[in-house]
């Protein structure tokens, strides 16, 4: 997931997107997993696909994701 995060922030989003999909097909922390799931949104959420961003958030927050600031993600996705 490192790789993923690094490409990330080097604003390579589309290339981050396949970097977590892999990640999240091996992870098996439901922690880290919703992390990815999180991640794998703000990526397609900057590419433009927000129906894609929506469905990875409302995934991590099934499995107790929090944005640390409290931001409502899908309502965020909707808004932009």
């Known amino acids: 997931m490192d790789t993923a995060e690094q490409v990330f922030d080097q ?3 589309e290339l981050s ?5 892999q990640a999240i097909a091996q992870i098996n922390a439901p922690a880290n ?3 990815a ?3 794998r949104g703000c990526a397609y ?3 433009g696909n ?3 961003a929506r469905q990875d958030w409302e995934s991590a927050q099934k499995l107790g994701f929090q944005h640390p600031w409290g931001i409502n993600l899908i309502a965020q996705a909707l808004n932009d």
């Open 11 to 13: 604003a390579k989003y």
């Open 17 to 21: 997107i396949q970097y977590y999909t």
């Open 33 to 35: 997993l919703a992390y």
């Open 37 to 39: 799931l999180y991640m």
């Open 45 to 47: 959420k900057e590419i």
């Open 50 to 52: 927000k129906d894609k």
